[in-house]
């Protein structure tokens, strides 16, 4: 190899830099591999991708929730409401439920009441939608941040909640809520959201809704209140029970705290002028009360109303049933008041089942009503609704004796009817008054009506033989007038012409029929009202939901001649005044009444009436195990109950209480000729007489309606149907020759 020209490896020529290379500084790190520095790129990417998907997943899910997702119906407890019933002074009676509720109208709510319940929970309401997400978040962020378990629904979600869904505290509740409100945002208006939430949200002291929290705290409709007293409400929702200034004194400067906050958010949102918020006074509620059940007499009174509601085809019983009814009665509470009294001072409180077993057999049925225009002012029907089921002043099993009579002489003056000698009937009238006398001029099976103790009267007129209840004159004076005639009189009076045993025999005389005592109250009501009967009422308004629903207006017609029933009144101011009555007058005023009693003593009555106020009492006789009708021998510590003992005082108690203040009236009569001065019998001893008995009922009635005495072959079994009278030893000489010793008891005739 030739020699080397000299040069070496190193000075051989080195390959071109690139443009622009600088030499690394040896100072700084080496850079990363280029694997490495696509990292954060990839996960930003990523995170896009899944907020992406999240976000695209949220708006599935939202559109599946939406869509899957429907307004269901109202959850029972929502659309559940009582019956209120209301004195006829609009205090509250009664309600018929477990749910205090009354729904009204949003423009029966005043606006400031609104508009404090806006200020209270949710002031952007009218401007806001339906749910308020950033409002969730921040709700959720401080209950678990620990600044107390908040809220985040708007008035929209709670209506939800309350009306369609439950109180349960789910993930799935809240999202159905979530969705439902959407919905329902969209479907309705603000002011039917704002109602619905009125009327369905919880105010404490079991009122749901605004009306009934208005009565619950401040015993007035919910249109009477005012702006105080409506922040006082709109505070307590919040927490109801625990702002209750007068269950828990101890929480008041909270509860005033929460009402200043009302107050305060109304002047923000200029829905109150700075000088009435000034003028502001916290509005102390009233005490607490307890819910007002059916016990006592409040379930009797109910049950009488619903009974007239449904049985005048005012409103059908499964529609009462529904409830959010708004029940006005005619019920006047210290008329009510005053006959609960009666009662209890006169018979119940003298019972003693312990030491008189006969004691547990008695019940008391009471009803007075004002014979003006018909309308039923107070009404016992029994110890206790709760105890005792069966109203006693609407009940038809018990026969009411001898206070059928007055309809039979009523019906004679009617009809201008004669005796069998052809005498006019009026009350100076002279009858044989022999015991098992046999009636003239009935052509059915013969019939000898036996008087009390098979006593025997002689010659007696019409008036004296009413005071002492004498079976044989009045039996004979059914067939004079004409049985079908007498039905037809006491229909038109106020009995229902389906009253059981209200046959045209001349026993109907005698009391077989089993009136109610209401019903009874009614037809004495008419002869007091001059004839004019109206038909009785137990309700003066009705509405739902604030609807008014018409109440057929009480029609009054002429029953029976004015002077037919004049006539009757002046011989039953008799009765009252020397005879079986005479414990009436007790009550301090004039008055006209009659005694009666049922077979073997199973019920003793006294109706009577004064020009104001027409009143019945009944005391029965009931074995309350087996429901069997019981005689009354023995109860209250004596040998006898008859109308003209208790029923007479319980009746001139409670018309002495019932009527006090007011001046006593005298009977406007215009009475038959000859009729101005009545006979009298001497005034009777110390202990009241048992009137009448009446016996088993007809087994047959006739048809026959006409004025005429009827002509029947139905049989009318003697003695079957005798009513039995507690007498006094009159002898043939009249009843003014009485020696008068009352008798022992003992079984009716025929028995």
Do not use: C
């Amino acid at each position: 190899m030739p020699p080397s020209s000299g040069t070496s490896d190193s000075d051989a020529p080195r390959p071109a830099r690139p443009t622009g290379w600088e030499p690394r500084d040896p100072t700084l790190p080496p850079p990363p591999p280029r694997r490495a520095r696509r990292r954060p790129r990839r996960l930003l990417r990523t995170l896009f991708g899944l907020l992406l998907l999240g976000t695209l997943l949220l708006a599935g899910a939202f559109a599946a929730g939406y869509l899957l997702v429907d307004i269901p119906p109202a959850n029972s407890a929502a659309v559940a409401q009582s019956n209120l019933y209301l004195y006829r002074d609009g205090s509250t009676l009664a309600r018929d439920g477990e749910v205090n509720r009354e729904n009204v109208r949003l423009d029966r709510v005043p606006l400031t009441v609104r508009q404090a319940v806006l200020a209270a929970e949710d002031r952007d309401f009218h401007t806001s939608r339906a749910v308020d997400p950033k409002a969730m978040v921040r709700a959720a962020w401080n209950t678990v941040s620990g600044k107390g378990r908040q809220s985040g629904s708007t008035i929209t979600q709670q209506y939800v909640k309350n009306y369609y869904l439950g109180q349960e505290q789910t993930l799935t509740r809240k999202a159905k809520e979530f969705f439902i409100a959407i919905k329902l945002g969209r479907e309705k208006s603000k002011e039917e959201i704002l109602q619905g939430y009125l009327n369905t949200s919880y105010f404490g002291r079991n009122a749901y809704g605004v009306q009934a929290a208005a009565r619950a705290y401040y015993g007035k409709d919910v249109e009477q209140l005012d702006t105080a007293e409506g922040a006082y409400l709109a505070s307590v929702l919040k927490a109801p029970s625990a702002y209750d200034v007068t269950t828990h004194p101890e929480n008041r400067a909270k509860a005033v705290a929460r009402w200043n906050y009302v107050l305060d958010g109304m002047v923000t949102e200029g829905w109150l002028p700075r000088a009435d918020r000034a003028a502001a006074r916290f509005p102390v509620p009233q005490t607490a009360r307890p819910a007002t059940g059916l016990s006592g007499q409040r379930g009797y009174l109910v049950q009488a109303v619903e009974e007239y509601l449904t049985e005048h085809g005012i409103v059908d019983e499964k529609t009462l049933a529904g409830g959010g009814f708004r029940i006005t009665t005619t019920l006047e509470p210290a008329k009510q008041d005053a006959l609960v009294q009666a009662v209890e001072d006169q018979v119940m409180s003298r019972l003693d089942p312990a030491a008189t077993p006969t004691d547990r057999y008695v019940r008391v049925g009471a009803a007075a009503v004002d014979p003006a225009d018909g309308k039923v002012l107070a009404m016992y029907g029994g110890v206790d609704y709760t105890r005792q089921y069966v109203n006693n002043a609407t009940r038809r099993d018990y026969q009411v004796g001898s206070t059928f009579k007055p309809f039979v002489f009523t019906a004679a003056v009617q009809s201008g009817a004669q005796t069998q000698q052809g005498e006019p009937i009026t009350p100076h009238t002279v009858y044989d008054g022999r015991n098992r006398r046999p009636v003239e001029g009935w052509h059915g099976i013969p019939y000898d009506p036996a008087n009390e103790d098979d006593e025997t009267f002689g010659e007696i007129p019409v008036g004296a033989a009413t005071d002492l209840s004498v079976n044989a004159v009045y039996a004979q004076m059914a067939v004079d007038v004409g049985p079908g005639h007498v039905r037809r009189t006491a229909v038109a009076l106020g009995l229902p012409g389906s009253t059981p045993d209200l046959t045209a025999t001349p026993s109907i005389a005698l009391g077989p029929a089993t009136a109610s005592v209401l019903d009874m109250a009614t037809a004495y009501a008419t002869l007091a009202a001059h004839g004019r009967h109206g038909t009785y009422t137990l309700v003066e308004g009705l509405s739902r939901d604030g609807q008014e629903i018409t109440v057929p207006a009480p029609t009054a017609r002429q029953a029976v001649t004015r002077e037919a029933a004049d006539t009757t009144t002046a011989v039953l101011q008799n009765v009252v005044r020397t005879g079986t009555g005479t414990a009436a007058l007790a009550a301090g005023r004039p008055a006209a009444g009659k005694t009666g009693t049922a077979e073997d003593d199973k019920a003793a009555w006294f109706a009577g009436y004064t020009p104001e106020l027409a009143t019945v009492v009944a005391l029965m006789g009931q074995d309350p195990e087996s429901g069997r009708q019981e005689s009354l021998y023995g109860a209250l510590g004596q040998p006898r109950i008859n109308g003209g003992g208790e029923p007479t005082e319980i009746w001139a108690q409670f018309t002495r209480d019932a009527l006090a203040g007011t001046p006593p009236r005298d009977f406007d009569l215009q009475v038959m000729p000859g009729a101005e001065e009545l006979p009298s019998i001497p005034p009777l001893p110390d202990t009241p007489d048992s009137p009448n008995a009446s016996g088993s009922p007809d087994t047959a009635a006739v048809s026959d309606i006409s004025g005429t005495p009827d002509a029947s072959p139905a049989p009318d079994t003697s003695g079957a149907s005798e009513a039995r009278e507690e007498s006094y030893e009159i002898g043939e000489a009249g009843p003014g020759a009485a020696s008068r010793s009352p008798r022992p008891p003992r079984a009716s005739p025929g028995q």
